[in-house]
């Protein structure tokens, strides 16, 4: 147990295998708001002070404050949500690495924070080990776990098809087996809908930057193989996710579950049956769509890995041609409970609309397969809306693949690439306007509605738009510019310049979050809760849906506690996870070409 939090920091920065002169106050201002862990040389430096600051101006200092390295005037005065002062202290010409504190002589000096290269290279690699510590069915070693060390939860070699789930092959109380994969978030089922935007994400990480995951590392058992770390990690749930699509028919079991939720229990004293419910058609139609990229990607491992991208293919034609037969079979969780037994109430990702899915099956087994066929049985452009990812609205997971892949595919896609490319430039456009005027100068938080459950993934999903823009305009111009500073500013919101003044990241940071809503990390014993976790951050709503006691906030930007009891503001969730790694892994697999370092990797 730990005493402090700068104990706590230590012992995950030596997990971790980082180092760091980090100097830890108690003193440091919380007025004083910016990215707690650091900024690259070549990047955007900001920090926010809250309130008047009358003098006007900034320092920046070495650790002990006894050196004067850069000044600076804070920017005019801003409102928050809340109603508080802001001001900015833009620092972005001081380019020396190194250790620093901002001091503003009227309230205070910062938490320090780096100046270097490959900055966020350790929240990267960080946010990645985080589903390592979430595997299913397998003993955690300390060897790779370190502290978080944990016997095996949940073998799943013996699970139960639910009344729901019956069919003539496969009868109620039937016994099937469903091992590996992720535990969904703070609790211990398994779910295909979020499973889906979260290997679609990692798996797009992957094709967007494939030459920098061949010496990404991680520390899990896998490292020494002939595949990069992120896909063996994908890997562990991508093999339980086929595990639930029915062979005789093709349809996918929408989730792995106990009955009912957990207490706040180790995973191997969670010991209740567990069932398959009910086939959906989002959860067959997410499964299809993940199955045609991970054909595409693991192709490449056809020695590591023989017959897994064919497997994963058949797999998603079977779901698409499920889909086709059982269009309208929405998983109504109510509904299944009034006509079946036992009772489910565990997570029910329920979506009313699979529009979106089909957009995404259908754009994924395209591009795996050049079959127009996909392409034209479904229309990929209803309209002119580009809804941000979530998992219930996936569509511009289609988008992104069809804009990546536009070279490789035949002239029918090809000709409506420059929509697209204008669709998703302007939707880039859309998120940034305006957002250099922010109380935090960060492309979240432009509006109240940004603020919902799992907000921390709406940044971090904003980032991702931003850098999908990059990626297609002229890297040379200013707007290709504009796009990445944007998405840093969004990194920078989840690592403290942000209105509750923490970092959203578990073990980053010198104010991390200490209590998340997540099991393990309440069950062990350890102060330090599991590293790598995203929080899912303020919420509008949040104590009306926890009713969790502590909730002092009256503004959504800062409706959040770090306590455990807040599932709504601080449980963490697998999809809010996967845009987090994807954000600060890109930034970090750009950083050279956009002249954020001058060192060469």
Same mark, same amino acid.
């Given at each position: ?28 201002? *919380?007025?004083? =708001? ?16 809250? $309130?008047?600051?009358? !003098?006007?101006?900034? %320092? ?17 005065? =801003? ?8 001001? &900015? ?5 001081? %380019? ?64 139960? &098809? ?13 016994? &099937?087996?469903?091992?590996? !994969?992720?535990?969904?978030? $703070? ?12 290997? !679609? ?18 520390? +899990? ?43 706040? &229990? ?19 139609? @997410? ?49 299944? /409970? ?14 009313? @609309?699979?529009?979106? *899915? ?71 456009? /859309? ?129 959040? +506690? ?7 503001? /601080?449980? +963490? ?25 001058? *060192?060469?990797?």
């Amino acid at each position: 147990m730990f005493a402090t939090r700068k104990a706590f920091l230590a012992v995950i920065l030596l997990v971790l295998g980082l180092k760091t002169n980090q100097v830890f106050s108690q003193q440091a201002s *919380e007025a004083i =708001r910016l990215n707690q862990v650091g900024f690259y040389p070549k990047g955007p430096k900001m920090a926010v002070v809250l $309130g008047d600051a009358s !003098g006007g101006s900034f %320092q920046l200092t070495t650790p002990d404050r006894k050196k004067v390295l850069f000044t600076g005037k804070l920017s005019e005065t =801003r409102l928050a949500l809340s109603g508080k002062k802001t001001r &900015i202290a833009d620092f972005s010409t001081f %380019q020396t690495p190194g250790t620093y504190v901002l001091v503003v002589p009227e309230t205070g000096y910062s938490y320090p924070f780096f100046v270097k290269a490959n900055v966020h290279r350790p929240l990267a690699i960080g946010a990645i080990k985080s589903y390592y510590y979430q595997r299913v069915s397998t003993d955690l070693t300390p060897e790779f776990a370190g502290q978080w060390s944990r016997p095996a939860g949940h073998p799943d070699t013996r699970i139960l &098809i639910h009344p729901s789930a019956a069919s003539a092959n496969r009868p109620a109380g039937t016994v &099937i087996s469903a091992p590996r !994969g992720w535990y969904d978030a $703070g609790d211990y089922n398994k779910y295909i809908v979020n499973s889906g935007i979260t290997v !679609g994400t990692l798996l797009s990480l992957y094709e967007d930057f494939p030459t920098y995951f061949q010496s990404f590392t991680t520390n +899990i058992p896998e490292s020494s193989n002939q595949v990069p770390d992120l896909l063996d990690e994908v890997l562990w749930n991508l093999r339980w996710m086929l595990a639930m699509q029915d062979p005789t028919d093709g349809g996918v079991y929408h989730k792995l579950t106990n009955p009912s939720f957990d207490g706040m &229990i180790m995973p191997d004293k969670a010991t209740k049956d567990r069932y398959v419910v009910q086939k959906s058609i989002t959860a067959t139609l @997410d499964f299809a769509a993940v199955m045609a990229q991970a054909s595409r990607v693991f192709g490449s491992y056809k020695q590591a890995l023989p017959g897994l991208a064919d497997s994963c293919l058949t797999a998603a034609v079977k779901a698409w041609e499920w889909s086709k037969k059982n269009p309208a079979l929405f998983y109504r969780q109510n509904e299944m /409970n009034q006509q079946f037994d036992p009772d489910v109430v565990t997570g029910s990702y329920e979506d009313r @609309d699979a529009s979106d *899915e089909w957009i995404w099956a259908a754009a994924e087994l395209y591009a795996t397969t050049k079959n127009e066929a996909y392409y034209t049985a479904v229309n990929l452009f209803p309209d002119t809306q580009m809804p941000l990812p979530s998992w219930p609205q996936v569509r511009l997971l289609g988008y992104y693949t069809l804009a990546r892949l536009t070279t490789t595919l035949t002239p029918l896609a090809q000709k409506d690439f420059p929509d697209l490319k204008k669709r998703l430039v302007g939707f880039a456009d /859309n998120l940034i306007q305006g957002a250099d005027r922010q109380a935090y100068q960060t492309v979240m938080g432009k509006s109240a509605s940004d603020y919902i459950w799992g907000s921390s993934s709406v940044a971090a999903n904003q980032g991702i738009a931003l850098i999908q823009a990059y990626r297609l305009v002229d890297r040379r111009t200013p707007n290709a510019q504009k796009y990445l500073q944007s998405a840093l500013s969004n990194l920078d919101y989840l690592l403290g310049r942000n209105a509750t003044g923490y970092s959203f990241v578990t073990g980053f940071g010198s104010k991390p979050i200490m209590n998340p809503h997540h099991r393990p990390s309440v069950a062990d014993g350890i102060t330090a809760p599991v590293p790598g976790l995203l929080s899912g951050g303020p919420n509008g709503n949040a104590p009306r849906q926890d009713k969790c006691a502590g909730y002092t906030a009256t503004s959504a930007d800062e409706m959040f +506690i770090d306590a455990a009891c807040s599932y709504a503001s /601080n449980e +963490i969730a697998i999809n809010w996870n996967a845009p987090l790694v994807y954000l600060a892994a890109a930034l970090e697999a750009i950083q050279t070409e956009a002249g954020y370092t001058s *060192e060469k990797k």
